[in-house]
């Protein structure tokens, strides 16, 4: 992008009044989002309310409109639900009650709407935009208010922000509360899976989602369920006999327990529900399996939302008070959405449409249809879950005749595990024989390589670590010794997963090349480290479970200080250079500082933080926390920061610190990561097949890769999945820091810094335009989207 940034200095809110509601069912988040238009609202100088009670409040007014200050929304961003209650209501539904509501608002001087809810809640906040004029001068014909206010507060401006923990609502690839719901299935389903081991047990597991299977099918894609029910893909004809079949002969294999995932609106193909009791009698009528039924519920609405769900609600928090500020009475009312990794603007009525299509379509029977209109992201989810979780019997398995190998490079990272199952499967339904390579490019050179079957790698999607096990070595050292592995076990292919060590194992073995022919083939890297720093990704496999844990451990220690008052905690987070977790973390944590590697600081800067906190402390927010990235400044360590803290802070707050270390390493993976190493894993190994076809020369008999495209990393950019080859992102790399020379995440740094009172300028070129929901083909399924 060539456009000079553009800045929202020069949007100011001084006059405007902004009213904050959240509506329908709560979602975990939901306060990230007001805490962010509250903050983001003062920092531009509106005037920000609290709407209590959603629509409700907004009818009943007094004291369910209240101003609100900075000091409003501290400690709410680690609290599930919403703080500031949300409730069906009736009233609004009729004309009277929009009447009173308007009037409410134009006694405040409300004429900016920030509504957090369903696509119930927001289509109810159109309808108000449209007939506000019209109620207006009605409330005017009445005499409740003057021809001045009619003038003044012509129009009414409505930004929505979708808060629903089904994902139900189509523009958006994730809604806020969404990851946490998973975040809460996947805990539940974990634990099951020890109990149901230890007894040989079937689980029936039902999960919410009355009209939209999004939970129940990333879910059964993240603990490698034997069978799913859902709304947009009823099973077909004679399916009890199928998934009977099926657990047999999962039991036969030696698998001690079968999950059976049902969404609570699932239904089979002539529209009928399924239960959940109705699978449970199915499988002890048909095999007399112990079987045991559980019903999720509201667990999965409950709870601490998780790192992923606050940096998207604070993300769109802030974007909606940027397009509240830009909205002219001809933009029509937008949500703010994601897609990809980027926050879109879209038309609200255009979202909404398009999810009661899906509904139209399920009722129709037009099934494959209603897939379609979910978005790319859900048609990958299901086409992926297809593909793992049914073993094709061998006589119906195409044969290739070549050999793929899998090795983890690097230290450990959560998802890695989850990874090497897909690609395992994948390639085995392809038609190839897999390999597993033990202890990294080291164990290669020894010749610790196995033949991996299917049933090898189930139950390894929830493992934490790396099974395969893992070494930092590169492959420089070990060049013949590989080639000869190589020649040895007839490898055609190689997968590495794992992070900049992979990476750059991936441009030694391309440079060698011209001296080993054993190394022209197919090689596909998937980053995976807890540092996200490798280049030619947004995001590596594993970051988002060390987010988690270090999220967690902040908050513990944000209650901590919250009891002893007047108290500031330093925290070192790992990440090697890369500022990543340090950054992410203090944005999901409510922190006031994060030191990093990217953004150079000096002593002048460190006083300003002191500063900075000695002011908080005079407020009712008496504690703080500063993250540091464990490499951020080779002078400025963990202990000079704690005793610079100490000694100017004397007399005002005291200091601790804690070096978080290993912890960030370990732990299960988050659905998060299960899910998109699962996803990359399953299209790299697809990509390897293709290619492995296009380089198999017929007359020598063996595969010849020596292109540049023929070693690639497949990454996340921005919106799409793209493999790029190592050779070309060399140019793109800072060797000497293990960095990426640009930096995605650094566009967020100054919300961070927003967020906590500081004053800065935030680049806002990227948002702005209005978008319209785009209906994809079913090819793009294939190609882009994650």
């Known amino acids: 992008m060539d456009h000079q940034p553009k800045f929202f200095e020069n949007l100011s ?37 609290f709407v209590y009670e959603g629509y409700q409040g907004m009818v009943d007014g007094g004291d369910n409109i209240v101003e609100v200050s900075w000091e409003s929304v501290s400690s709410i961003l680690q609290v599930g639900g919403t703080v500031i209650g949300s409730a069906r209501c009736k009233s609004f539904r009729t004309r009277e009650g929009r009447l009173q509501a308007a009037y409410n608002l134009v006694q405040r001087g409300i004429t900016n709407l920030c509504v957090i809810g369903g696509d119930g809640s927001l289509t109810g906040a159109n309808l108000f935009r449209e007939e506000w004029s019209g109620l207006l001068e009605e409330l005017a014909q009445k005499g409740k208010i003057d021809e001045e206010a009619v003038k003044k507060y012509a129009y009414l401006n409505i930004v929505g922000m979708v808060g629903s923990i089904d994902n139900d609502f189509c523009g958006t690839d994730m809604t806020i509360g969404t990851d946490s719901a998973l975040h809460r299935i996947i805990e539940v389903v974990d634990a099951i899976m020890t109990t149901a081991q230890s007894h040989q047990r079937t689980f029936v597991l039902e999960v919410m989602g009355r009209h939209c299977g999004y939970l129940a099918l990333v879910s059964a894609l993240a603990c490698g369920a034997d069978w799913v029910f859902i709304p947009e893909y009823p099973p077909e004809e004679g399916w009890e006999d199928s998934m009977c079949v099926k657990l047999s002969e999962n039991r036969a294999r030696k698998k001690r327990l079968n999950i059976i995932i049902v969404a609570e609106g699932a239904i089979d193909c002539h529209n009928k529900p399924i239960t959940s009791e109705k699978v449970k009698d199915l499988v002890v009528q048909r095999l007399g399996f112990d079987t045991r039924v559980t019903i999720l519920g509201h667990v999965q609405r409950g709870g601490t939302p998780s790192a992923f769900d606050r940096i998207l609600a604070s993300r769109m928090g802030v974007e909606a008070v940027l397009a509240l500020l830009e ?30 299509e899906v509904q139209k379509a399920m009722d129709e029977g037009r099934f494959v249809e209603a897939v379609r209109l979910r978005g790319r992201s859900f048609e990958n989810n299901l086409n992926t879950y297809k593909l793992l979780s049914h073993k094709k019997p061998d006589a119906e398995l195409p044969k290739t005749n070549f050999n793929v190998a899998v090795l983890n490079v690097g230290a450990p990272a959560a998802g890695m595990n989850a990874a090497v199952r897909a690609a395992v499967r994948v390639g085995i339904t392809e038609g190839h024989k897999m390999f597993a390579v033990i202890d990294g490019f080291e164990g290669f050179a020894r010749g610790k390589i196995k033949e991996i079957s299917w049933g090898d790698v189930g139950g390894w999607t929830g493992q934490g670590g790396s099974i395969l096990g893992t070494k930092r070595t590169l492959p420089a050292k070990y ?48 980053p995976a480290t807890i540092s996200n720093n490798v280049p030619g990704t947004d995001f590596s496999i594993g970051a988002d479970t060390a987010l988690n844990a270090i999220v967690e451990t902040c908050d513990r220690i944000k209650q901590s200080a919250s009891g002893t008052k007047r108290r500031v905690f330093i925290i070192e987070t790992m990440g090697g250079y890369c500022g990543y977790l340090a950054n992410m973390g203090a944005l999901a944590a409510g922190a006031d500082a994060a030191y990093i590697f990217e953004e150079q600081f000096d002593i002048r800067e460190l006083q300003a933080n002191v500063e900075h906190l000695t002011e908080k402390m005079k407020t009712s927010i008496q504690r703080g926390l500063v993250l540091r990235n464990e490499n951020c400044n080779e002078n400025y360590t963990t202990d000079f920061i704690y005793q610079l803290y100490s000694e100017e802070g004397k007399g005002v707050f005291d200091c601790r610190k804690n070096v978080l270390g290993h912890m960030q390493q370990g732990g299960a993976p988050s659905p998060f990561d299960r899910n998109f190493g699962t996803k990359i894993s399953a299209k790299a190994m697809q990509w390897i097949s293709k290619k492995l076809k296009e380089t198999y020369r017929k007359e020598e008999g063996k595969v010849f890769a020596n292109t540049d495209d023929s070693v690639c990393l497949l990454g996340m950019r921005r ?57 994809h083909s079913p090819k793009e399924a294939e190609t882009g989207a994650i």
């Not at 990230?32 to 509106?46: F, H, P, Q, S, T």
């Not at 001809?330 to 009661?356: H, I, K």
């Not at 010794?481 to 750059?504: C, H, P, S, W």
């Open 479 to 526: 060049l013949e010794k590989i080639a000869d592995q190589m020649r040895t076990n007839n490898i055609n292919a190689l997968m590495v997963i794992g992070g900049f060590e992979a990476y750059e194992s991936c441009l030694q073995l391309h440079e060698a090349r011209s001296c080993f022919e054993e190394f022209c083939v197919p090689i596909c890297v998937l």
């Open 13 to 49: 809110g001084t006059g405007k009044a902004i009213g904050v509601l959240t509506s329908g069912g709560d979602a975990q988040g939901m306060n990230a989002a007001v805490r962010a238009v509250v903050r983001m609202g003062i920092y531009v100088k509106a005037k920000v309310y």
């Open 327 to 356: 909205a002219t009475p001809d933009t029509p009312a937008c949500v703010v959405s994601l897609s990809g990794n980027q926050a879109v603007r879209l038309p609200l009525m255009e979202c909404v449409q398009m999810t009661q």
């Open 719 to 775: 919106r799409n999945l793209v493999f790029q080859p190592v050779a070309e992102l060399k140019n793109e790399t800072d060797f000497v820091h293990r960095i990426p020379m640009e930096q995605w995440w650094l566009k967020l740094r100054p919300l961070m810094k927003i967020l906590a009172k500081y004053k800065t300028s935030y680049d806002v070129s990227d948002s702005g335009q209005l978008e319209h929901v785009a209906m």
